[in-house]
């Protein structure tokens, strides 16, 4: 794991000459992280990551099957305070793509019946810091989903798809996963695409401690 280490906020390190905001990050960037339990301290609490999912396309590609594929666009947010910075530039946030090895993210495990499809995309996609400290970090998943059916009524049924993601390794004490903006729902693009497969109803919910396979695991 990866979490920024416990020197003061980034603004010490800030340039403010550069009006590149790669160059900006660098600069800030020099110092050395270190392990995350100095993040945890600097907390003081459960550090809630903010979840949305913005549905790309749904496909079914064998209509003999109940695998179905699903893109979509995973956005978490969270706040890390010693990613604070001081920009006077134009800039709102700080383009931290090309140092994803250097910054901690959420280990985020998707639960599923299924497997992941190769991207024809990097899988990483988007990370922005902002002034305050908050991090966006958005990515692409294409999973192939196993989902459920009505064997009796098949392929008239309609066939349930289900995932759900949680921490791999941070108990709920350290971290906890929330819909961003108390959405209920999964989103759908308005350029969603779709082949052999509609979606007809969904459903988001929060993990109750008891589904959990590892034990009491952030979910």
């Known amino acids: 794991m990866r979490w920024p280490g416990d020197a003061t906020g980034l603004s010490n390190r800030s340039s403010t000459s550069s009006n590149d905001p790669k160059n900006q990050y660098k600069n800030q960037n020099n110092n050395h992280y ?50 604070r910075y001081s920009n006077r530039s134009q800039y709102e946030f700080l383009n931290a793509i090309h140092h994803y090895d250097d910054i901690w993210l959420p280990d985020t495990y998707f639960i599923m019946h299924g497997d992941f499809k190769d991207p024809l995309i990097p899988v990483h996609f988007a990370l922005r810091i902002y002034r305050n400290g908050t991090v966006n970090y958005l990515m692409r998943r294409h999973l192939i989903l196993s989902c459920q059916g009505r064997l009796n009524i098949f392929p008239f049924d309609d066939p349930l798809c289900s995932f759900a993601i949680e921490s791999i390794s941070y108990e709920q004490t350290a971290i906890t996963y929330v819909w961003k903006n108390d959405e209920g729902t999964l989103r759908k693009s308005p350029s969603l695409t779709s082949l052999n497969a509609y979606l007809i109803k969904n459903q988001t919910i929060t993990c109750p401690i008891k589904v959990s396979w590892r034990g009491e695991l952030s979910s």
């Open 34 to 83: 270190t392990s995350h339990q100095h993040l945890r301290t600097h907390l003081r609490g459960t550090l809630t990551v903010n979840v949305s999912v913005l549905l790309l396309s749904l496909a079914s590609p064998d209509e003999s099957s109940l695998k179905y594929e699903v893109e979509f666009l995973l956005q978490q947010q969270w706040y890390d305070p010693r990613l």
